[in-house]
């Protein structure tokens, strides 16, 4: 039997026994399994070779579930999810007993997040535990925008992967958290820090660039592929490389190397097209011979700001 599909029915039922399915989000494609099962949470960490102080963000389809699992759902937390879940945004909540330490690490707080897919959102619906899940993809590399992309490297380790068809939104949620009376983003993502501002008013940006393993949380070098990548003039390092195969990722320019190996975002200068595609161009270059790829840098702002950290980090060694 296939182990691509969309038998939601069999999903649930691979999740009920404490197994892996990978499942589709307006994001990327998470590999979930039963959140507050501490068994299924292990096979998670197994599957990905994802170090124990990395937490994972549970899944779920309504307010009232997440309060089962978390001891306090702030004003801020409510004004934010009444304008933007379901959606690409993940909020750090003080987490009841019930949920495993495995989950965050040791950590008090728990990641929550109601993601944005009618299968998935049908999924979760049917389910009375929320879905632990990270992105797709083996430790470290880039996440997951197709069920194509989870099977190329994740086939032998799931037992099944729902196909939603591409992700909307292309890069991971946006993490926010309330700590000493303020607001803070933790994480930059599918969710501009400027759409936030617009509901609770500003808010500070603490995007951590760790490479200590002890700090969970935002590694320095993450998303990224197996051939080198920088970010710079395009033009000039074309004119420096003449010898290499180069790809290239830009935002709206045309480049004059081999087609396949230009990878234009969005020709429509448009930030939430080139999100859309970023991950795909990526893994699309790291599969082709090209020996080097080199990036703009986006502007900085809306989703240009997530769309420069992933480089960044894709870029990091
Ligand atoms: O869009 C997304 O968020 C996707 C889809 C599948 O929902 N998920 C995702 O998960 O990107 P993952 O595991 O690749 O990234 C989760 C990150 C962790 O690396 C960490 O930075 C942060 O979320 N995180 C999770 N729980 C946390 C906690 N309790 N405290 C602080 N940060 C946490
Ligand atoms: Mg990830």
């Known amino acids: 039997m296939s182990k691509i599909g969309i038998d939601i029915e069999k999903a649930k039922q691979i999740l009920q026994q404490g197994g892996l ?23 998670i960490f197994e599957a990905k070779n994802r170090p124990h102080f990395d937490p994972l963000i549970i899944h779920t389809n309504s307010i ?24 690409p945004l993940t909020l750090l909540l003080p987490k009841k007993t019930i949920v495993p330490d495995l989950v965050t690490s040791g950590l008090p707080n ?20 929320p879905l632990a899940a990270p992105s797709a993809n083996p430790f470290g590399y880039v996440s997951p925008t197709t069920a ?44 501009a820090v400027e759409d936030i501002e617009q ?26 592929p197996t051939k080198p990548l920088f970010i710079g003039d395009v033009a000039d390092f074309i004119k420096n490389n003449r010898s290499k195969k180069i790809g290239i990722i830009s935002f709206y320019k045309d480049f004059d190397v081999e087609k396949s190996h230009s990878k234009t975002l969005s020709p429509t200068h448009d930030l939430k097209e080139a999100a859309h595609n970023l991950f ?25 700001r997530a769309i420069n950290d992933r480089l960044q980090r894709a870029a990091a060694k």
């Not at 959102?121 to 535990?129: K, R, Y």
């Not at 509901?199 to 990224?224: I, W």
């Not at 990526?282 to 240009?304: C, H, M, Q, T, Y």
Request: aromatic content about 8%; glycine content about 8%.
């Open 21 to 43: 399915v990978a499942i589709p989000t307006e994001t990327v494609y998470g590999l979930a399994a039963n959140g507050l099962d501490k068994n299924a949470v292990l096979k």
């Open 64 to 87: 009232e579930k997440i309060k089962l699992w978390v001891n306090d759902f702030p004003e801020w937390a409510q004004q934010l999810a009444d304008v933007f879940w379901p959606g």
């Open 110 to 129: 728990v990641a929550v997040r109601i993601p944005n897919h009618k299968l998935t959102l049908q999924l979760l619906e049917s389910l009375d535990f």
């Open 148 to 191: 194509q992309h989870v099977a190329a490297q994740l086939q032998n380790q799931v037992d099944y992967i729902l196909d939603g068809g591409t992700c909307d939104v292309g890069i991971e949620s946006t993490i926010v958290g309330f700590e000493n009376n303020c607001i803070t983003v933790y994480r930059l993502g599918g969710l």
């Open 199 to 224: 509901v609770v008013g500003k808010v500070n940006v603490q995007v951590n660039q760790s490479s200590n393993p002890t700090a969970p949380g935002m590694l320095k070098s993450h998303y990224a």
């Open 280 to 304: 795909a161009a990526i893994r699309d270059l790291d599969a082709s011979d090209v020996e080097v790829i080199i990036a703009e840098k986006f502007p900085d702002n809306f989703l240009g």
